[in-house]
């Protein structure tokens, strides 16, 4: 079995901020799978079904964003998941609005929500796959950036990263992650 993470912030206030690009990835492949209702436990809201033939769980932990490791540890505990049965969805600032970063392990990059599962589970060795959300404005405070929405000129990029960040986990689900790395990494 699979786990396709997204992380963000629970809550209608954060809904469409750019710090929860991985939520709205995990909405689309539930919605575009008819994955069954999502469920509350283990501190995530998790779903789960199958996608092009394999078994997944979809998971958006509910334990903020820089505190992700906690509800994920639980959930590897749980569905006995190894991190490399994992995939984490995130936000990347030191990324082009749009672009797709899919690697198999590495370190968190000053990503606090990844930070946060490399610390709970101790070790860095699970496949993320990164969006970027343009590069932090000059005197532009960077927990202000992430936790604003997309500037009206930027909602089809970010639609169209969404759109494409799904594609990538189907791909890396059905054809394996050299594949899913070659497709879309920009």
Known sequence: MRCIIGLGNPGPQYAETRHNVGFRVVDVLAERHRLPEPQR????????????????LVV???TWMNNSGRAVARICTHFDLTPTDLLVICDDINLDLGALRLRRSGSAGGQKGLQSIIDYLGTDEFPRLRLGLGRLPTDTDARAFVLSPFEPEEEAAADEM?????????????????????????
């Open 60 to 62: 958006k932990p509910m």
């Open 41 to 56: 436990m283990l501190q995530a809201i998790v779903g789960r079904g199958k996608i092009g033939g394999a078994e997944v």
């Open 162 to 186: 969404t759109r494409r960040a799904a594609e990538a986990v189907e791909c890396l689900l059905s054809e394996g992650i050299e594949i899913a790395m070659n497709r879309f990494n920009e």
